[in-house]
């Protein structure tokens, strides 16, 4: 007689027992939304369920919630009190809500004069931006040589005019800009870009700050990473090339690029966020403008 593989099954988190009730059924009640795993029933039985449980979120948010709740407040297990803290984080979300009045939790602490998620967030990106301005700003006074501290604060400006006309690049952080222009999803999911020296993130970290207000307070620890350094190399690089030579001759548009746009930064998660020295150079076939050619 040959053996047949049952159907793997759902745990009552209640009794810790196992039913026979396939998983293809929808949820009953809220003590079998969970299992935690059992060691004689293998790992197939844990991945259904989780697979289950990711495929039904939207239709059974709050039942799900519900039922996490309720298995939070008897959970002794400081690990799986921390999995149902984390799957409560994920499910409490409001991130199709943009408007101050249809989410008064998320702007808590957040100026009046915002009164969409997405002018706060494009608000928050502007501020990054503008405070590495005003670091290369800063650096004016280190420069000893008179003409070429002149010639640096023309670069400063040069750089000031264009940031005003592309509003400081906040659009990275808009989820209402085009797919082009932004660092998120439609609904403003940002993934971790890796850390300087990966491909990618091996953790595949992600955060919608538009979907509740802790997300909001996290996403303020991820970083706009310069992969070639700012303060070791780029401004101390623009420095130095103009010591000998005008801000007509350098190409100040590759700075501007390096030290504000995503053709140097990274936005990864604090653990992503490597503060040693990084150990890459500017390219020095663009420092400088390229001689026009005359004309015979």
Excluded at 18 to 26: G, K
Excluded at 161 to 183: H, I, M, P, Q, W
């Amino acid at each position: 007689m040959r053996c047949q593989r049952r159907a793997p099954t759902r745990a009552s988190t209640k009794t810790g027992r196992w039913s026979a009730r396939p998983i293809s059924e929808p949820f009953p009640t809220t003590q079998n939304l969970f299992c935690w795993p059992r060691t004689r029933h293998g790992v197939d039985v844990v991945v259904c369920d989780v697979g289950l449980l990711l495929g039904s979120s939207d239709r059974h948010a709050d039942l799900l919630i519900s039922s996490a709740k309720s298995l939070l407040t008897d959970e002794e297990s400081p690990k799986r009190r921390k999995i149902l803290q984390d799957l409560l984080h994920n499910l409490e979300d409001n991130s199709e809500r943009e408007a101050r009045e249809d989410d008064g939790d998320w702007f808590q602490g957040i100026d009046t004069r915002f009164k969409t998620k997405s002018a706060y967030l494009k608000y928050s990106c502007e501020s990054r931006i503008r405070g590495y301005l005003k670091e290369v700003d800063g650096y004016t006074p280190t420069i000893q040589n008179s003409k070429a501290r002149v010639e640096y604060k023309k670069v400063v400006e040069n750089m000031l005019e264009k940031l005003k006309a592309v509003k400081y690049n906040s659009c990275y952080f808009d989820r209402k800009e085009t797919e082009g222009k932004r660092l998120c999803t439609e609904q403003g999911w940002f993934s971790c870009q890796g850390a300087f020296d990966k491909k990618s993130c091996p953790a595949l970290h992600s955060i919608n700050p538009y979907g509740n207000r802790e997300s909001r307070i996290l996403f303020s620890t991820w970083n706009l990473d310069h992969m070639i350094e700012k303060k070791r190399t780029v401004i101390p690089t623009l420095a130095k090339a103009l010591q000998n030579h005008s801000s007509d001759d350098i190409n100040w548009e590759y700075f501007y690029q390096l030290l504000f746009t995503r053709e140097n930064l990274r936005l990864v998660h604090i653990v992503c966020h490597k503060k040693s020295v990084h150990d890459l150079q500017c390219d020095s076939r663009k420092i400088y403008k390229k001689a026009k050619k005359k004309k015979n």
